[in-house]
């Protein structure tokens, strides 16, 4: 069964349609798009026990935990005190996502290179704290904020500003503590790791585009669109995160009995010293997971079933297609403030990319928006330039005047293969 009802659910239960080891595949929620691929079930995620007789009920053999906040909830736990085996972190693992002060300090304590920083549990600190820091500031909201909880700050007044609506609960729970960051500069990317809380294998790489405008402008979103591989983090440079961020953190979680089960995400910033962590994710990136199933060539569910039992030592190393893949997010009109729900959407007849529902719902016969992010339309190609065109040209086959996207996700790397040649 896999919990979730986004663009990076539908990716999973796609790929996870596909493998030999899965003759049948329950979705809670879901939405639309993965109805194409997994039996939808009404069911209250948040409710355990009425996961946990569900799974007894129906023989479940691996429950995938999409998002984050039902693992940092403890569903985890509770699938696995009643003998169920989980792809995901147990809740004090998924602290590494649901608190950014703990991940802080576990790098700190491990040696694990990132930001400097300081924690702050009441606002009064918070604006002194400031005092340490060099404009730009970053502030992050201590929580979860779906992905919305962190503000580049330009100015003092903006930090300021940042912190009163943090304290002021702007971000609700999420904001109740708050770190402070040193600004680093470099490229991000995203390297995904997956683990069963001793043995690890490194699960590919990508880059998102998180600000809401094109020449990434405007505020920051859960994701407007990603491209994988990340070319820029060389196998060189994917070997220094795994020995330096990756191995280090599995190993401190071990060693504090609370070993880490699952996918680790790390988003990291390719500073001039080497990379560096800006933060972990428990659960895959959205829309990041969209481009890594997209290459994966493996069996998803073997692969998954590996790391919840223990087994990921004695499991095929995974194995991605040579080819890039690009995805684009179309979103509802509004978004990341207020998006307009309710647009109806026609899907185009045919195209050579795959459309994951993120944000979806049916109401009349009719598909229509529910959500920020709606759509994510995903395309394969040679190169990075190859796989934007035709996830575009499929874009533009789409009937959705209440959305909107970007139009240059993959910016950066279509211009290297531009100056190289390569495309």
Not at 114 to 133: H, Q
Not at 211 to 216: A, L, Q, S
Not at 242 to 253: G, L, S
Request: glycine share 12%; charged share 20%; aromatic share 8%.
């Amino acid at each position: 069964m896999l919990i979730g009802s986004g663009g990076r659910e539908h990716a999973l239960a796609w790929k996870l349609a596909q493998s030999p080891n899965c003759d049948t595949l329950f979705a809670a929620p879901g939405n639309p798009g993965i109805a194409q691929d997994a039996e939808l079930v009404d069911l209250n995620i948040a409710d355990h026990a009425a996961v946990i007789a569900f799974c007894a009920g129906h023989d479940i053999g691996l429950v995938v935990v999409g998002p984050e906040a039902p693992l940092v909830s403890g569903l985890g736990d509770s699938l696995r005190d009643a003998g169920i085996p989980v792809f995901g972190p147990n809740q004090k693992a998924a602290q590494l996502e649901g608190s950014k002060g703990f991940t802080k300090d576990m790098c700190a304590a491990a040696g694990i290179p990132t930001a400097g920083y300081v924690r702050y549990d009441s606002k009064a600190s918070a604006m002194a704290g400031l005092d340490a820091f060099d404009a730009p500031f970053v502030i992050k909201a201590d929580g979860l904020a779906a992905g919305k909880g962190v503000i580049i700050a330009e100015t003092r007044a903006e930090a300021e500003a940042a912190i009163d609506d943090m304290f002021g609960g702007g971000f609700g729970d999420a904001g109740a503590s708050v770190v402070i960051e040193e600004f680093m500069t470099g490229e991000e990317a995203s390297f995904f790791a997956l683990t069963d809380g001793y043995d690890v294998v490194a699960f590919g790489s990508a880059q998102d585009h998180k600000r809401v405008g094109d020449g990434d402008t405007g505020p920051n979103t859960g994701g407007m669109g990603a491209y994988s591989p990340a070319f820029v983090l060389t196998d060189a440079l994917q070997a220094q995160v795994m020995d330096r961020i990756i191995r280090p953190t599995v190993a401190y979680m071990a060693a504090h009995d609370m070993p880490y089960s699952g996918v680790l995400f790390a988003g990291l910033m390719l500073t001039e010293e080497g990379p560096k962590l800006i933060e972990y994710n428990a659960r895959f990136g959205d829309p990041e997971c969209q481009v890594l199933m997209t290459r994966f060539e493996g069996d998803l569910a073997a692969l998954m079933l590996a790391v919840a039992t223990g087994k990921l030592a004695q499991a095929t190393a995974p194995t991605f297609s040579h080819e890039a893949a690009l995805t684009i997010v179309m979103a509802a009109n509004g978004y990341p403030a207020l998006p307009e729900k309710g647009g109806v959407i026609h899907l185009a007849d045919a195209t050579d990319a795959k459309i994951f529902h993120a944000g979806t719902s049916e109401v009349g016969g009719q598909l229509v928006a529910s959500g920020g992010r709606v759509l994510n339309v995903t395309a394969r190609g040679d190169s990075v330039m190859q796989a934007q065109a035709v996830a575009y040209a499929a874009v533009d086959k789409i009937d959705f005047p209440g959305g909107f996207c970007r139009r240059d996700i993959g910016w950066r790397e279509v211009a290297r293969e531009g100056a190289s040649g390569s495309a």
